[in-house]
């Protein structure tokens, strides 16, 4: 193939990306499409060029679903030892000779005690998810991928989100025909 050809073929990649990332961004609320300018879309279009980008996402992504499994194991464990834990108290204290309003007492103190820990292992677990979403971001941008930087700004935070879901969108159609 000629220098070229190449050339029009990375061109006609080019437009391809870039009129995919303008139609995926008309799907988005106008508060987004407002938050994700033509120059950023450009300059991501660009950075599609070198295929790498899709594997890093997927990489991100894969780990963030193992991540978010991991913790959703853990606070099912957490849950059932409370379950369990509470049962058994829970019998302990149906035997036991105290009176019935010292019973309910005890069993409203253990119920807030296991809302207490769940709620703080709750908090860990966005600590963690947290931590993990300013990895990533730092990850994106030290690829040199645009629009990514580690920040909190909950509004920012979406817009990132959309341009990976865009990134992943475009890697599945994004093939030539002999990688099909």
């Not at 193939?1 to 073929?9: A, I, R, Y």
């Not at 008309?26 to 790498?52: A, G, S």
């Not at 990976?164 to 475009?170: M, P, S, T, V």
Request: aromatic content about 6%.
């Amino acid at each position: 193939m000629s220098t070229s050809d190449n050339q029009n073929e990375t061109q006609s990649r080019l437009y391809f990306l870039n009129e995919q990332l303008q139609k995926m961004v008309h799907e988005l609320p106008r508060k987004y499409q407002q938050r994700i300018p033509n120059e950023l879309l450009c300059e991501l279009t660009e950075c599609l060029l070198d295929k790498t980008l899709y594997s890093i996402v997927k990489e991100l992504t894969d780990i963030q679903h193992v991540t978010e499994k991991q913790m959703f194991q853990k606070r099912l464990e957490m849950i059932n030892k409370h379950s369990v834990l509470f049962k058994l108290s829970y019998k302990k204290l149906l035997k036991s000779d105290m009176v019935q309003p010292g019973k309910t007492e005890m069993r409203l103190k253990l119920q807030a005690e296991h809302r207490k820990n769940l709620r703080e292992f709750d908090k860990r677990i966005v600590t963690e998810l947290d931590e993990k979403r300013r990895e990533q971001q730092n990850t994106l941008h030290m690829a040199g991928v645009p629009g990514f930087d580690v920040t909190d700004d909950a509004g920012r935070i979406q817009v990132q989100i959309r341009l990976c879901d865009f990134i992943i969108r475009l890697s599945l159609i994004d093939k030539k025909p002999d990688e099909v």
